[in-house]
């Protein structure tokens, strides 16, 4: 399951009269936190909120298919789109971190200034090692976001914007590419997190939303892995291609909605990422053998 800020609030007991309200999905959300992390390995995270850490203390970076050893302070970027998990290595885990949401990231920053940067892009470094000055300074900013959090100034969330972008900007200043290790059981992982990320897509919150991975390449982007390997390391450990894992999910789910739903055959078609229903209606009758409306019909008999 995705947390969200709501849930991550709940998680760590924090329990604001105001929480449902400052954190709901349709307000922006924006708070800091001294960090604090268990002894051991954590398992990968999957958010739907933005998360920046200064991390001070040793430890080891997982991704999909590679690790990176975190033995000096670093900062670390995190996005819904990829999920990590982190192991500690040292007693002592210390830094800050602070947690937003899509709402708090305006739509000309995602879509211009911050655009091509390690909050947002898919691939590339997203922990950065800072000497002492750039340490004192990532610091720095991280109090005077604690000092503005507890300001009542109206236009705080323009403040705390601005130092968004500072330590996005410390970060892409020192920016030098890092040393990965592949993991030694690298393949089963990723098709661990494959298959829990294809299952993730489900059900869909339609007319909400739509499905927005569709293709092999789609979820490579996610994991930060070639498609070519994503496909390879597929039919190597499971007997079978990307796609047609792909699309057996996405034909139990249309069978789902046909079988047990109000929705029409169109509405069913836009929610699962079909442009047309006659795309729509071809794709389902080449995996099953029916066409949508048979199906449906067969559930007013």
């Known amino acids: 399951m995705t947390e969200s800020i709501f849930q991550f609030y709940k998680r760590i007991q924090r329990n604001d009269s105001a929480l449902n309200v400052v954190c709901s999905?349709?307000?922006?959300?924006?708070?800091?936190?001294?960090?604090?992390?268990h002894f051991g390995k954590v398992q990968f995270s999957y958010r739907d909120f933005y998360k920046v850490t200064l991390?001070?203390?040793?430890g080891k970076l997982y991704y999909a298919d590679k690790w990176i050893l975190v033995d000096r302070p670093a900062l670390l970027f995190s996005n819904p789109?990829?999920?990590y998990a982190w192991e500690s290595i040292s007693e002592e885990q210390k830094g800050m971190f602070c947690i937003f949401n899509e709402q708090f990231i305006r739509a000309e920053e995602k879509n211009d200034s911050l655009a091509d940067t390690p909050l947002f892009k898919?691939?590339?470094?997203k922990v950065f090692f800072p000497d002492e000055v750039q340490l004192s300074k990532i610091q720095s900013i991280y109090t005077q976001m604690q000092e503005e959090m507890r300001t009542d100034y109206r236009y705080?969330?323009?403040i705390l914007h601005c130092y968004l972008h500072l330590l996005v900007h410390t970060a892409m200043r020192m920016q030098h590419s890092n040393r990965y290790e592949s993991h030694p059981n690298?393949?089963?992982?990723?098709v661990e997190l494959f298959l829990e990320l294809l299952e993730r897509q489900f059900p869909i919150d339609y007319p909400h939303a739509t499905l927005t991975l569709r293709t092999p390449a789609d979820y490579a982007n996610r994991l930060?892995?070639?498609?070519?390997h994503l496909n390879k390391v597929i039919k190597e450990v499971t007997g079978r291609t990307t796609t047609e894992w792909i699309a057996e999910r996405l034909i139990k789910e249309c069978s789902q909605y046909l079988l047990h739903s109000n929705l029409s055959v169109s509405e069913i078609a836009f929610s699962l990422g079909f442009e047309t229903v006659s795309y729509f209606s071809k794709f389902y009758r080449k995996h099953t053998g029916k066409s949508p409306t048979d199906v449906r019909k067969s559930t007013t008999i």
């Open 25 to 37: 999905k349709e307000k922006e959300c924006f708070d800091i936190f001294s960090r604090q992390c």
């Open 55 to 58: 991390i001070i203390g040793k």
């Open 81 to 83: 789109l990829i999920p």
């Open 122 to 125: 898919l691939t590339g470094d």
């Open 156 to 158: 705080k969330s323009d």
């Open 186 to 190: 690298a393949a089963q992982r990723i």
């Open 224 to 228: 930060s892995v070639h498609v070519n």
